[in-house]
Protein backbone atom coordinates (compact mmCIF):
# COMPACT_ATOMS: atom_id res chain seq x y z
CA UNK A 1 0.00 0.00 0.00
CA UNK A 2 1.33 3.26 -0.78
CA UNK A 3 0.22 5.36 2.27
CA UNK A 4 -0.99 8.83 1.02
CA UNK A 5 -2.24 10.73 3.23
CA UNK A 6 -5.76 11.18 3.31
CA UNK A 7 -5.66 14.47 1.83
CA UNK A 8 -3.36 13.79 -0.96
CA UNK A 9 -6.14 10.96 -1.76
CA UNK A 10 -8.98 12.98 -1.65
CA UNK A 11 -6.89 15.89 -4.13
CA UNK A 12 -6.39 12.98 -6.37
CA UNK A 13 -9.54 11.94 -6.80
CA UNK A 14 -10.49 15.52 -7.39
CA UNK A 15 -8.52 15.87 -9.93
CA UNK A 16 -9.54 13.10 -11.61
CA UNK A 17 -13.14 13.60 -10.98
CA UNK A 18 -13.11 17.08 -13.24
CA UNK A 19 -11.16 15.44 -15.78
CA UNK A 20 -14.18 12.73 -16.23
CA UNK A 21 -16.49 15.43 -16.14
CA UNK A 22 -14.54 17.35 -18.93
CA UNK A 23 -14.87 13.71 -21.31
CA UNK A 24 -18.29 13.49 -23.45
CA UNK A 25 -17.99 10.32 -23.14
CA UNK A 26 -16.06 7.37 -21.05
CA UNK A 27 -15.26 4.50 -23.31
CA UNK A 28 -14.16 1.42 -21.46
CA UNK A 29 -11.16 2.00 -22.50
CA UNK A 30 -10.90 5.08 -20.63
CA UNK A 31 -12.51 3.46 -17.04
CA UNK A 32 -10.07 0.94 -17.44
CA UNK A 33 -7.32 3.47 -17.08
CA UNK A 34 -8.86 4.96 -13.89
CA UNK A 35 -6.66 4.51 -10.71
CA UNK A 36 -8.37 2.16 -8.60
CA UNK A 37 -9.38 4.37 -5.33
CA UNK A 38 -6.94 3.69 -2.14
CA UNK A 39 -8.88 3.55 0.77
CA UNK A 40 -7.65 6.50 3.58
CA UNK A 41 -6.18 4.59 6.64
CA UNK A 42 -4.45 5.38 9.72
CA UNK A 43 -0.79 5.11 9.57
CA UNK A 44 0.69 1.87 10.66
CA UNK A 45 2.78 3.46 13.20
CA UNK A 46 -0.12 5.43 14.92
CA UNK A 47 -2.72 2.44 14.60
CA UNK A 48 -0.92 -0.69 16.26
CA UNK A 49 -1.04 1.11 19.84
CA UNK A 50 -4.80 2.43 19.10
CA UNK A 51 -8.27 0.41 19.15
CA UNK A 52 -9.83 3.27 16.68
CA UNK A 53 -11.46 1.64 13.22
CA UNK A 54 -7.80 1.16 11.16
CA UNK A 55 -9.78 3.02 7.72
CA UNK A 56 -11.57 5.92 7.30
CA UNK A 57 -13.48 5.01 4.07
CA UNK A 58 -13.69 6.89 0.97
CA UNK A 59 -14.03 10.57 0.41
CA UNK A 60 -17.53 11.17 -1.54
CA UNK A 61 -15.04 11.99 -4.41
CA UNK A 62 -13.03 8.78 -4.14
CA UNK A 63 -16.68 6.76 -4.47
CA UNK A 64 -17.65 8.30 -7.56
CA UNK A 65 -14.18 7.87 -9.29
CA UNK A 66 -14.04 4.19 -7.92
CA UNK A 67 -17.81 3.89 -9.34
CA UNK A 68 -16.76 5.51 -12.78
CA UNK A 69 -14.19 2.19 -13.28
CA UNK A 70 -17.50 -0.19 -13.19
CA UNK A 71 -18.05 -0.89 -16.67
CA UNK A 72 -21.66 -1.84 -16.09
CA UNK A 73 -21.56 -5.31 -17.65
CA UNK A 74 -24.84 -6.93 -18.91
CA UNK A 75 -24.49 -9.84 -17.47
CA UNK A 76 -23.34 -8.33 -14.52
CA UNK A 77 -21.20 -10.99 -13.26
CA UNK A 78 -20.48 -9.84 -9.69
CA UNK A 79 -24.47 -10.10 -8.71
CA UNK A 80 -23.58 -14.16 -8.77
CA UNK A 81 -20.52 -13.62 -6.29
CA UNK A 82 -22.77 -12.14 -4.01
CA UNK A 83 -24.87 -14.14 -1.63
CA UNK A 84 -27.22 -12.17 -1.22
CA UNK A 85 -27.32 -11.10 -4.69
CA UNK A 86 -27.43 -7.17 -4.50
CA UNK A 87 -27.96 -5.42 -7.85
CA UNK A 88 -24.66 -4.08 -7.74
CA UNK A 89 -24.04 -2.46 -11.11
CA UNK A 90 -27.12 -0.41 -10.43
CA UNK A 91 -26.11 0.70 -6.88
CA UNK A 92 -22.68 1.71 -8.20
CA UNK A 93 -24.44 3.75 -11.20
CA UNK A 94 -26.38 5.66 -8.49
CA UNK A 95 -22.97 6.64 -6.93
CA UNK A 96 -21.05 7.62 -10.11
CA UNK A 97 -24.13 10.05 -10.24
CA UNK A 98 -24.13 11.49 -6.93
CA UNK A 99 -27.20 10.01 -6.15
CA UNK A 100 -26.65 8.26 -2.84
CA UNK A 101 -29.95 7.80 -1.48
CA UNK A 102 -30.78 5.95 -4.72
CA UNK A 103 -28.18 4.04 -4.39
CA UNK A 104 -28.40 2.92 -0.27
CA UNK A 105 -32.10 2.07 -1.98
CA UNK A 106 -30.91 -0.60 -4.25
CA UNK A 107 -28.35 -1.76 -1.71
CA UNK A 108 -31.13 -2.30 0.90
CA UNK A 109 -33.39 -4.54 -1.34
CA UNK A 110 -31.45 -7.57 -0.71
CA UNK A 111 -28.81 -6.75 2.28
CA UNK A 112 -30.14 -5.62 6.03
CA UNK A 113 -26.33 -4.80 7.11
CA UNK A 114 -24.15 -2.49 4.58
CA UNK A 115 -22.21 -0.61 6.87
CA UNK A 116 -20.79 -4.18 8.24
CA UNK A 117 -20.65 -5.86 5.34
CA UNK A 118 -18.99 -3.01 3.25
CA UNK A 119 -16.51 -3.14 6.33
CA UNK A 120 -15.77 -7.06 6.86
CA UNK A 121 -17.33 -9.04 3.75
CA UNK A 122 -14.37 -11.11 1.70
CA UNK A 123 -15.27 -9.09 -1.38
CA UNK A 124 -11.76 -10.70 -3.25
CA UNK A 125 -13.57 -14.19 -2.93
CA UNK A 126 -17.03 -12.93 -3.73
CA UNK A 127 -18.40 -10.21 -6.12
CA UNK A 128 -14.91 -8.74 -6.78
CA UNK A 129 -13.76 -12.15 -7.97
CA UNK A 130 -16.21 -11.84 -10.89
CA UNK A 131 -15.52 -8.20 -11.68
CA UNK A 132 -14.85 -7.81 -15.17
CA UNK A 133 -12.24 -5.21 -14.54
CA UNK A 134 -10.18 -7.04 -12.10
CA UNK A 135 -10.38 -10.19 -15.54
CA UNK A 136 -9.11 -6.72 -17.37
CA UNK A 137 -6.55 -6.21 -15.44
CA UNK A 138 -5.17 -9.83 -14.74
CA UNK A 139 -5.80 -9.00 -10.91
CA UNK A 140 -8.44 -9.54 -8.57
CA UNK A 141 -7.16 -6.92 -6.55
CA UNK A 142 -7.56 -4.05 -9.17
CA UNK A 143 -11.45 -5.15 -9.42
CA UNK A 144 -14.09 -2.37 -8.98
CA UNK A 145 -13.83 -1.74 -5.15
CA UNK A 146 -17.69 -2.83 -4.30
CA UNK A 147 -17.39 -2.88 -0.98
CA UNK A 148 -15.84 -0.10 -0.51
CA UNK A 149 -18.52 1.64 -2.15
CA UNK A 150 -21.25 0.21 -0.58
CA UNK A 151 -19.24 1.20 2.78
CA UNK A 152 -19.55 5.04 1.53
CA UNK A 153 -22.90 4.43 0.18
CA UNK A 154 -23.81 2.70 4.40
CA UNK A 155 -22.56 5.22 5.98
CA UNK A 156 -23.59 8.39 4.24
CA UNK A 157 -26.75 6.76 4.76
CA UNK A 158 -26.27 6.56 8.38
CA UNK A 159 -25.42 9.88 8.70
CA UNK A 160 -21.46 9.20 8.84
CA UNK A 161 -21.48 10.93 5.56
CA UNK A 162 -17.83 10.48 4.75
CA UNK A 163 -14.67 11.06 5.92
CA UNK A 164 -14.61 13.40 8.67
CA UNK A 165 -12.74 16.79 8.13
CA UNK A 166 -10.90 16.87 11.47
CA UNK A 167 -9.14 13.47 9.87
CA UNK A 168 -7.71 15.24 6.59
CA UNK A 169 -5.50 17.00 9.75
CA UNK A 170 -3.45 13.83 8.79
CA UNK A 171 -3.73 11.95 12.18
CA UNK A 172 -2.22 13.74 14.74
CA UNK A 173 -1.23 11.11 17.20
CA UNK A 174 -3.17 10.46 20.24
CA UNK A 175 -2.14 10.98 24.10
CA UNK A 176 -1.77 7.08 24.99
CA UNK A 177 -4.70 6.91 27.53
CA UNK A 178 -7.32 8.71 25.00
CA UNK A 179 -6.13 5.81 22.50
CA UNK A 180 -7.34 2.94 23.99
CA UNK A 181 -10.33 4.70 25.35
CA UNK A 182 -13.54 3.51 23.11
CA UNK A 183 -16.55 5.07 24.22
CA UNK A 184 -18.82 2.27 25.89
CA UNK A 185 -22.04 4.44 26.10
CA UNK A 186 -25.03 3.69 24.21
CA UNK A 187 -25.06 5.55 20.81
CA UNK A 188 -26.23 9.26 20.87
CA UNK A 189 -29.60 9.48 20.05
CA UNK A 190 -29.41 11.70 17.12
CA UNK A 191 -26.79 9.54 15.60
CA UNK A 192 -29.52 6.81 15.83
CA UNK A 193 -31.87 9.19 14.75
CA UNK A 194 -30.18 8.68 11.00
CA UNK A 195 -31.02 4.85 10.10
CA UNK A 196 -34.77 5.11 9.38
CA UNK A 197 -36.95 2.79 11.34
CA UNK A 198 -38.51 0.32 9.36
CA UNK A 199 -42.30 0.06 8.95
CA UNK A 200 -44.21 -2.60 11.27
CA UNK A 201 -47.54 -3.95 9.60
CA UNK A 202 -50.34 -4.54 12.44
CA UNK A 203 -49.87 -6.54 15.15
CA UNK A 204 -50.85 -9.90 14.76
CA UNK A 205 -50.90 -12.00 17.32
CA UNK A 206 -48.10 -14.27 16.87
CA UNK A 207 -44.85 -14.71 18.70
CA UNK A 208 -41.78 -15.93 17.89
CA UNK A 209 -38.19 -16.73 19.42
CA UNK A 210 -34.93 -15.97 17.98
CA UNK A 211 -32.10 -17.63 19.90
CA UNK A 212 -28.72 -15.60 19.61
CA UNK A 213 -28.16 -12.04 17.98
CA UNK A 214 -25.68 -12.40 15.58
CA UNK A 215 -26.27 -11.51 11.63
CA UNK A 216 -28.06 -14.48 11.18
CA UNK A 217 -30.56 -13.63 14.18
CA UNK A 218 -30.78 -9.54 13.22
CA UNK A 219 -32.02 -10.38 9.94
CA UNK A 220 -34.38 -13.01 10.98
CA UNK A 221 -35.65 -10.29 13.75
CA UNK A 222 -36.37 -7.79 11.47
CA UNK A 223 -37.48 -9.25 8.68
CA UNK A 224 -40.23 -11.52 10.56
CA UNK A 225 -41.40 -8.19 12.84
CA UNK A 226 -41.91 -6.46 10.19
CA UNK A 227 -45.06 -8.35 9.04
CA UNK A 228 -46.65 -7.43 12.48
CA UNK A 229 -45.41 -10.87 14.65
CA UNK A 230 -43.83 -10.22 18.20
CA UNK A 231 -39.90 -10.92 18.32
CA UNK A 232 -37.57 -11.61 21.63
CA UNK A 233 -34.10 -12.29 20.81
CA UNK A 234 -32.86 -14.66 23.88
CA UNK A 235 -29.03 -14.28 23.99
CA UNK A 236 -26.65 -15.58 26.18
CA UNK A 237 -23.79 -12.85 26.68
CA UNK A 238 -24.72 -9.73 28.49
CA UNK A 239 -24.29 -7.50 25.06
CA UNK A 240 -25.98 -8.46 21.53
CA UNK A 241 -24.50 -8.70 18.26
CA UNK A 242 -22.49 -12.23 18.56
CA UNK A 243 -19.40 -12.52 16.86
CA UNK A 244 -19.68 -9.10 15.72
CA UNK A 245 -19.58 -7.66 19.01
CA UNK A 246 -17.50 -10.03 20.70
CA UNK A 247 -15.30 -11.52 18.22
CA UNK A 248 -14.43 -8.87 15.42
CA UNK A 249 -12.22 -5.99 16.85
CA UNK A 250 -13.61 -2.31 17.34
CA UNK A 251 -10.48 -1.47 14.90
CA UNK A 252 -12.53 -3.04 12.01
CA UNK A 253 -15.97 -2.98 12.77
CA UNK A 254 -16.68 -0.14 15.43
CA UNK A 255 -19.17 -1.33 17.92
CA UNK A 256 -21.07 1.41 17.29
CA UNK A 257 -22.57 0.66 13.72
CA UNK A 258 -23.88 -3.19 15.42
CA UNK A 259 -25.22 -1.35 18.31
CA UNK A 260 -26.98 1.24 16.31
CA UNK A 261 -28.77 -1.61 14.21
CA UNK A 262 -29.60 -3.31 17.34
CA UNK A 263 -30.65 -0.20 18.73
CA UNK A 264 -33.40 0.45 15.10
CA UNK A 265 -34.44 -3.19 16.17
CA UNK A 266 -35.69 -2.35 19.10
CA UNK A 267 -37.09 0.55 17.76
CA UNK A 268 -39.39 -1.58 15.45
CA UNK A 269 -40.35 -3.03 19.30
CA UNK A 270 -38.35 -6.17 19.07
CA UNK A 271 -37.03 -7.29 22.74
CA UNK A 272 -33.29 -8.41 23.61
CA UNK A 273 -33.25 -10.50 26.54
CA UNK A 274 -29.49 -10.99 27.21
CA UNK A 275 -27.57 -12.90 29.80
CA UNK A 276 -30.48 -15.99 28.77
CA UNK A 277 -28.74 -19.18 27.79
CA UNK A 278 -31.51 -21.36 26.23
CA UNK A 279 -31.06 -24.61 27.02
CA UNK A 280 -30.18 -23.67 30.66
CA UNK A 281 -31.86 -20.52 31.47
CA UNK A 282 -35.31 -22.30 29.23
CA UNK A 283 -35.16 -25.09 27.01
CA UNK A 284 -35.97 -24.97 23.46
CA UNK A 285 -38.73 -26.81 23.79
CA UNK A 286 -39.76 -24.60 26.77
CA UNK A 287 -39.84 -21.83 24.72
CA UNK A 288 -42.42 -23.81 22.71
CA UNK A 289 -44.49 -25.94 24.73
CA UNK A 290 -44.66 -23.66 28.03
CA UNK A 291 -43.77 -20.08 26.45
CA UNK A 292 -46.44 -19.83 24.19
CA UNK A 293 -43.80 -19.32 21.12
CA UNK A 294 -45.49 -19.81 17.44
CA UNK A 295 -41.87 -20.60 16.04
CA UNK A 296 -38.20 -20.15 16.85
CA UNK A 297 -35.16 -19.45 15.31
CA UNK A 298 -31.62 -20.70 16.19
CA UNK A 299 -29.09 -18.98 15.23
CA UNK A 300 -26.19 -19.66 18.04
CA UNK A 301 -23.35 -19.42 16.01
CA UNK A 302 -20.30 -21.22 15.76
CA UNK A 303 -18.43 -20.42 18.86
CA UNK A 304 -16.78 -23.56 20.67
CA UNK A 305 -13.08 -22.88 19.46
CA UNK A 306 -10.91 -25.92 18.21
CA UNK A 307 -7.47 -27.20 19.70
CA UNK A 308 -4.62 -27.99 17.71
CA UNK A 309 -4.13 -31.50 20.15
CA UNK A 310 -0.42 -30.93 20.77
CA UNK A 311 1.72 -31.62 23.76
CA UNK A 312 1.83 -28.14 26.48
CA UNK A 313 -1.86 -26.78 25.67
CA UNK A 314 -3.07 -26.77 28.63
CA UNK A 315 -0.30 -24.94 30.07
CA UNK A 316 -0.55 -21.15 31.63
CA UNK A 317 -0.57 -18.28 28.79
CA UNK A 318 -2.20 -20.54 26.19
CA UNK A 319 -5.51 -19.39 24.81
CA UNK A 320 -8.12 -20.07 22.32
CA UNK A 321 -8.47 -16.70 19.95
CA UNK A 322 -12.42 -16.26 21.24
CA UNK A 323 -11.17 -16.02 24.90
CA UNK A 324 -8.56 -13.62 24.24
CA UNK A 325 -10.75 -12.02 22.09
CA UNK A 326 -13.96 -11.97 24.00
CA UNK A 327 -11.83 -10.34 26.78
CA UNK A 328 -10.71 -7.41 25.00
CA UNK A 329 -13.84 -6.72 22.78
CA UNK A 330 -16.58 -7.55 25.35
CA UNK A 331 -14.90 -7.28 28.37
CA UNK A 332 -12.64 -4.24 27.13
CA UNK A 333 -10.11 -5.60 28.78
CA UNK A 334 -7.68 -3.63 26.98
CA UNK A 335 -8.14 -0.60 28.64
CA UNK A 336 -6.31 -1.96 31.42
CA UNK A 337 -7.42 1.61 33.55
CA UNK A 338 -10.77 1.02 33.44
CA UNK A 339 -11.61 -2.70 32.70
CA UNK A 340 -12.76 -5.30 35.37
CA UNK A 341 -11.19 -7.83 33.82
CA UNK A 342 -7.59 -7.39 33.18
CA UNK A 343 -5.97 -9.57 30.13
CA UNK A 344 -2.94 -11.48 30.36
CA UNK A 345 -0.24 -9.23 29.03
CA UNK A 346 1.77 -11.16 26.74
CA UNK A 347 5.08 -10.11 25.79
CA UNK A 348 6.16 -12.43 22.92
CA UNK A 349 3.04 -14.06 21.12
CA UNK A 350 2.59 -17.35 18.56
CA UNK A 351 -0.99 -17.28 17.03
CA UNK A 352 -2.00 -20.48 15.23
CA UNK A 353 -3.79 -20.24 11.92
CA UNK A 354 -4.63 -18.17 8.82
CA UNK A 355 -7.88 -16.86 9.22
CA UNK A 356 -9.54 -13.70 9.91
CA UNK A 357 -9.76 -14.48 13.61
CA UNK A 358 -5.46 -15.16 13.62
CA UNK A 359 -4.91 -11.64 12.49
CA UNK A 360 -7.60 -9.84 14.84
CA UNK A 361 -5.75 -11.91 17.29
CA UNK A 362 -2.57 -11.13 16.50
CA UNK A 363 -3.41 -7.36 15.64
CA UNK A 364 -4.89 -7.12 19.31
CA UNK A 365 -1.88 -8.36 20.99
CA UNK A 366 -0.33 -5.94 19.01
CA UNK A 367 -2.20 -2.67 20.54
CA UNK A 368 -2.10 -3.95 24.00
CA UNK A 369 1.63 -4.21 23.93
CA UNK A 370 3.34 -7.51 22.99
CA UNK A 371 6.87 -6.65 21.99
CA UNK A 372 6.78 -9.68 19.36
CA UNK A 373 3.92 -11.52 17.67
CA UNK A 374 4.37 -14.23 15.18
CA UNK A 375 1.37 -15.66 12.96
CA UNK A 376 1.99 -19.52 12.53
CA UNK A 377 0.65 -20.93 9.57
CA UNK A 378 1.58 -24.04 7.72
CA UNK A 379 0.58 -23.24 4.43
CA UNK A 380 1.69 -20.03 2.20
CA UNK A 381 0.30 -16.50 2.44
CA UNK A 382 -1.75 -17.10 -0.69
CA UNK A 383 -3.92 -19.84 0.60
CA UNK A 384 -4.35 -17.98 4.27
CA UNK A 385 -7.99 -17.93 4.48
CA UNK A 386 -8.08 -14.41 6.09
CA UNK A 387 -9.04 -11.17 3.88
CA UNK A 388 -6.25 -9.82 1.67
CA UNK A 389 -6.69 -6.25 3.46
CA UNK A 390 -6.45 -7.84 7.10
CA UNK A 391 -2.92 -9.92 6.27
CA UNK A 392 -1.98 -6.63 4.98
CA UNK A 393 -2.48 -4.55 7.89
CA UNK A 394 -1.69 -7.56 10.37
CA UNK A 395 2.09 -7.29 8.58
CA UNK A 396 2.08 -3.52 8.49
CA UNK A 397 1.70 -2.93 12.22
CA UNK A 398 4.15 -5.37 12.85
CA UNK A 399 3.52 -9.03 12.99
CA UNK A 400 5.87 -11.48 11.62
CA UNK A 401 4.23 -14.19 9.79
CA UNK A 402 6.12 -17.63 9.75
CA UNK A 403 4.87 -19.52 7.08
CA UNK A 404 5.17 -23.23 6.11
CA UNK A 405 5.50 -23.79 9.63
CA UNK A 406 3.33 -25.85 12.02
CA UNK A 407 3.51 -26.53 15.81
CA UNK A 408 4.69 -29.85 17.40
CA UNK A 409 4.02 -29.07 21.10
CA UNK A 410 4.39 -25.99 23.45
CA UNK A 411 7.01 -25.72 26.21
CA UNK A 412 6.44 -25.13 29.67
CA UNK A 413 8.73 -24.19 32.34
CA UNK A 414 8.62 -25.44 36.02
CA UNK A 415 5.63 -23.81 36.93
CA UNK A 416 3.79 -24.44 33.91
CA UNK A 417 3.99 -21.45 32.17
CA UNK A 418 4.64 -20.88 28.60
CA UNK A 419 8.26 -20.45 27.81
CA UNK A 420 8.71 -21.70 23.99
CA UNK A 421 6.90 -23.27 20.97
CA UNK A 422 8.16 -25.98 19.30
CA UNK A 423 7.62 -26.02 14.86
CA UNK A 424 8.30 -27.90 12.53
CA UNK A 425 8.94 -26.87 8.61
CA UNK A 426 6.34 -27.73 5.89
CA UNK A 427 6.39 -27.81 2.07
CA UNK A 428 3.74 -27.55 -0.39
CA UNK A 429 2.66 -30.80 -1.97
CA UNK A 430 -0.51 -31.77 -4.27
CA UNK A 431 -3.71 -29.99 -3.70
CA UNK A 432 -6.40 -31.61 -1.48
CA UNK A 433 -10.28 -31.85 -1.28
CA UNK A 434 -10.24 -28.00 -1.08
CA UNK A 435 -8.24 -27.06 -3.15
CA UNK A 436 -5.23 -25.55 -1.49
CA UNK A 437 -2.02 -27.47 -1.60
CA UNK A 438 -1.26 -29.93 0.91
CA UNK A 439 1.06 -28.69 3.30
CA UNK A 440 3.89 -31.62 3.75
CA UNK A 441 5.79 -31.71 6.85
CA UNK A 442 10.16 -31.82 6.05
CA UNK A 443 11.35 -34.66 8.80
CA UNK A 444 13.85 -32.93 11.40
CA UNK A 445 13.26 -29.27 10.92
CA UNK A 446 12.39 -29.00 14.45
CA UNK A 447 13.38 -25.22 16.13
CA UNK A 448 12.15 -23.75 18.97
CA UNK A 449 10.55 -20.01 19.31
CA UNK A 450 10.32 -18.22 22.45
CA UNK A 451 7.34 -16.87 23.09
CA UNK A 452 5.29 -16.57 26.56
CA UNK A 453 1.47 -16.50 25.05
CA UNK A 454 -0.17 -18.95 22.45
CA UNK A 455 -3.39 -17.56 20.75
CA UNK A 456 -4.68 -20.49 19.13
CA UNK A 457 -6.71 -19.33 15.86
CA UNK A 458 -7.52 -22.57 14.17
CA UNK A 459 -11.59 -22.70 14.24
CA UNK A 460 -14.72 -23.03 15.59
CA UNK A 461 -17.13 -25.86 16.10
CA UNK A 462 -20.48 -25.13 16.37
CA UNK A 463 -22.34 -24.30 20.15
CA UNK A 464 -23.59 -27.47 21.26
CA UNK A 465 -25.76 -26.57 24.12
CA UNK A 466 -29.04 -26.85 22.40
CA UNK A 467 -28.51 -29.91 20.29
CA UNK A 468 -27.52 -31.45 23.77
CA UNK A 469 -30.57 -30.48 25.44
CA UNK A 470 -32.76 -31.05 22.04
CA UNK A 471 -32.21 -34.95 21.29
CA UNK A 472 -34.77 -34.11 18.76
CA UNK A 473 -33.47 -31.91 16.91
CA UNK A 474 -31.31 -33.28 13.91
CA UNK A 475 -27.46 -32.36 14.10
CA UNK A 476 -24.49 -33.74 11.94
CA UNK A 477 -21.57 -35.36 13.28
CA UNK A 478 -19.83 -32.12 13.57
CA UNK A 479 -22.89 -30.51 15.66
CA UNK A 480 -24.32 -28.41 12.86
CA UNK A 481 -27.98 -28.23 12.80
CA UNK A 482 -29.39 -29.86 9.44
CA UNK A 483 -31.80 -27.68 8.21
CA UNK A 484 -33.93 -28.06 4.61
CA UNK A 485 -33.50 -25.24 1.65
CA UNK A 486 -36.07 -22.96 3.64
CA UNK A 487 -34.29 -23.32 6.76
CA UNK A 488 -36.61 -25.50 8.85
CA UNK A 489 -35.48 -28.01 11.14
CA UNK A 490 -36.24 -31.73 12.00
CA UNK A 491 -38.97 -30.19 14.49
CA UNK A 492 -41.69 -28.76 13.61
CA UNK A 493 -41.90 -24.71 14.12
CA UNK A 494 -37.95 -24.73 14.27
CA UNK A 495 -36.14 -23.37 11.87
CA UNK A 496 -31.98 -22.57 12.27
CA UNK A 497 -29.57 -20.65 9.82
CA UNK A 498 -26.15 -18.79 10.50
CA UNK A 499 -22.70 -20.76 11.58
CA UNK A 500 -24.87 -23.03 13.32
CA UNK A 501 -25.82 -24.81 10.29
CA UNK A 502 -22.55 -23.80 7.62
CA UNK A 503 -19.64 -23.90 10.43
CA UNK A 504 -17.41 -20.90 10.91
CA UNK A 505 -18.49 -19.20 7.66
CA UNK A 506 -19.21 -15.35 7.09
CA UNK A 507 -21.36 -12.14 8.12
CA UNK A 508 -23.05 -12.36 4.52
CA UNK A 509 -23.99 -15.89 4.65
CA UNK A 510 -25.34 -15.96 7.91
CA UNK A 511 -27.57 -12.87 6.87
CA UNK A 512 -28.95 -15.19 3.21
CA UNK A 513 -29.33 -17.84 5.63
CA UNK A 514 -31.40 -15.62 7.97
CA UNK A 515 -33.63 -14.06 4.95
CA UNK A 516 -34.45 -17.39 3.82
CA UNK A 517 -35.81 -18.62 7.31
CA UNK A 518 -37.48 -15.68 7.69
CA UNK A 519 -39.66 -16.05 4.74
CA UNK A 520 -40.42 -19.34 5.57
CA UNK A 521 -41.67 -18.40 9.38
CA UNK A 522 -43.50 -15.91 7.58
CA UNK A 523 -45.31 -18.03 5.24
CA UNK A 524 -46.06 -20.52 8.34
CA UNK A 525 -47.49 -17.82 10.39
CA UNK A 526 -49.95 -16.41 7.60
CA UNK A 527 -50.84 -19.93 6.33
CA UNK A 528 -50.97 -20.80 10.35
CA UNK A 529 -54.66 -20.12 11.66
CA UNK A 530 -54.96 -17.42 14.72
P1 LIG B 1 -22.82 -15.41 15.74
O1 LIG B 1 -22.38 -14.11 15.22
O2 LIG B 1 -21.78 -16.38 16.17
O3 LIG B 1 -23.79 -15.14 16.97
C1 LIG B 1 -24.31 -16.21 17.73
C2 LIG B 1 -24.83 -15.66 19.04
O4 LIG B 1 -25.57 -16.68 19.70
C3 LIG B 1 -23.71 -15.26 20.01
O5 LIG B 1 -23.94 -13.95 20.46
C4 LIG B 1 -23.81 -16.27 21.15
O6 LIG B 1 -23.48 -15.71 22.41
C5 LIG B 1 -25.30 -16.62 21.10
N1 LIG B 1 -25.59 -17.95 21.66
C6 LIG B 1 -24.91 -19.10 21.48
N2 LIG B 1 -25.52 -20.10 22.16
C7 LIG B 1 -26.60 -19.57 22.76
C8 LIG B 1 -27.64 -20.10 23.58
N3 LIG B 1 -27.67 -21.39 23.91
N4 LIG B 1 -28.61 -19.25 24.04
C9 LIG B 1 -28.58 -17.94 23.70
N5 LIG B 1 -27.64 -17.38 22.92
C10 LIG B 1 -26.66 -18.19 22.44
N6 LIG B 1 -16.95 -12.99 8.81
C11 LIG B 1 -16.84 -12.13 7.78
O7 LIG B 1 -17.69 -12.11 6.89
N7 LIG B 1 -15.79 -11.24 7.71
C12 LIG B 1 -14.86 -11.16 8.70
O8 LIG B 1 -13.96 -10.35 8.59
C13 LIG B 1 -14.98 -12.03 9.81
N8 LIG B 1 -14.09 -11.97 10.84
C14 LIG B 1 -14.27 -12.77 11.93
C15 LIG B 1 -13.43 -12.60 13.02
C16 LIG B 1 -13.61 -13.37 14.16
C17 LIG B 1 -12.72 -13.15 15.33
C18 LIG B 1 -14.63 -14.38 14.18
C19 LIG B 1 -14.81 -15.26 15.39
C20 LIG B 1 -15.47 -14.55 13.10
C21 LIG B 1 -15.31 -13.74 11.97
N9 LIG B 1 -16.16 -13.85 10.88
C22 LIG B 1 -16.05 -12.97 9.82
C23 LIG B 1 -17.25 -14.84 10.85
C24 LIG B 1 -18.61 -14.20 11.16
O9 LIG B 1 -18.49 -13.30 12.22
C25 LIG B 1 -19.64 -15.27 11.47
O10 LIG B 1 -19.73 -16.11 10.33
C26 LIG B 1 -21.02 -14.69 11.78
O11 LIG B 1 -20.97 -13.79 12.85
C27 LIG B 1 -22.01 -15.81 12.09
O12 LIG B 1 -23.24 -15.24 12.44
P2 LIG B 1 -24.34 -16.01 13.27
O13 LIG B 1 -25.52 -15.10 13.32
O14 LIG B 1 -24.52 -17.37 12.73
O15 LIG B 1 -23.76 -16.22 14.74
Redesign the pocket.
Known amino acids: MSHKSPAELRTEAVEILNGLQGMEKIRTKDRLAIPQQEMPAQDPDVRNANMFEVTYGYFEEQARVEAERCLQCRNAPCVAGCPVQIDIPRFIKHVADGDYEGSLGVIKETSLLPSI ?1 G ?4 QENQCQEYCTVGKSLKDVFKSVSIGRIERFVADWGAGLKGLPEERLQDEAPLPPSARVKIDDQPPAPEAVAASPVPEVKPATGKKVAV ?9 VAADVRREGHEVTI ?4 HK ?10 EF ?2 PKKIVEDELHTLEEMGVEIRTN ?6 RTLKDLLEKDGYDAVFI ?5 LPRFMKIPGENLVGVFA ?2 EF ?1 TRSNLMKAYDRDNAQTPIFQPKRVAVLGG ?3 A ?3 ARTAIRIGSEKVYVIYRRSRVEMP ?2 AE ?1 VDHAEEEGAEFMLLKNPTRIIGDENDRVVGIEVLDYELGEPDDSGRRRPVPIEGSESVLDVDTVIV ?1 IG ?1 DS ?1 P ?2 TRTTPELEATKWGNIVTNEFGKTSMDKVFA ?6 G ?8 G ?2 RKSAAAINRMLTEAPA
Request: aromatic letters at 6%; charged letters at 10%.
Open positions: CRVCPIGSGPASITFEAFPGGVMIYGIPRLFLVGQTGTGAGANLGNVMDAARESNNLIGGDIVLAATVILAMEG
